[in-house]
């Protein structure tokens, strides 16, 4: 899943299997001024300021490990003020992706074919790989959509509070509203 909903991504960064050395292939992503706000537009943020994200990636045959971080500097609308306020995000990222035909083949691991649906929760089975396509990993989309995935989904400024509205005398509760009105059909 990519949070750019099926559109070009304003980040993309492939890099091919082959390319990764065995001991490993350091990538520093940097993302400039023109995809900052195009990042910034594809996850309704007012701002990104800074973008970057470091990562490790080692090879063993065709599967790969991903480990690194990314690091934002952002702004995010308060939902109880509406103001644009500043986010200092550091984001871990640990994936591990194998050739697309193997990572199909481990996320049905157990599936019987059968019509009939039934799921077991493994609570301390790892996930399985992320899928390899036509030898190419897009690091791009992965820190979009780890960066997607860290932003708080109801951000609050620091320091605001939501107050609900003190009641009136009168008021009532929409229920007792509701009892009020069958009463007065009848």
């Known amino acids: 899943m990519t949070p750019d909903h ?3 991504s304003p980040f993309r960064h492939p890099i091919r299997v082959e390319t990764i050395r065995l001991r ?3 990538i520093l992503l940097e993302a400039d001024a023109g995809q900052r706000v195009a990042i910034a ?6 701002s990104i300021e800074a973008l ?3 990562y490790l990636l080692t090879r063993n045959g065709e599967r790969v490990k991903l480990e690194g971080t990314i690091k934002a500097q952002l702004h995010q609308l308060c939902v109880v003020t509406l103001d644009p306020f500043p986010v200092a995000l550091d984001v871990p990222v640990k994936l591990d992706f194998a050739p697309q035909d193997d ?3 481990a996320a049905r691991r157990g599936d019987s074919g059968d019509a009939d649906i039934d799921i077991e929760v493994m609570l301390n089975e790892q996930d399985p790989p992320e899928p390899i396509i036509d030898g190419v990993i897009d690091l791009g989309a992965i820190t979009l959509e780890f960066l997607a995935l860290s932003l708080d989904p109801y951000p609050r400024k620091p320091g605001v509070s939501f107050e ?3 009641a009136d005398a009168e008021e009532t509760s929409p229920f007792a509203a509701l ?3 069958k009463r007065d059909a009848t």
């Open 6 to 8: 099926g559109r070009a």
């Open 164 to 166: 609900a509205p003190a």
């Open 103 to 105: 990572a199909l083949i």
């Open 41 to 46: 537009a594809a996850l309704d943020l007012p």
């Open 52 to 54: 970057t994200a470091r």
């Open 179 to 181: 009892a009020k009105l």
């Open 24 to 26: 490993g292939t350091e």
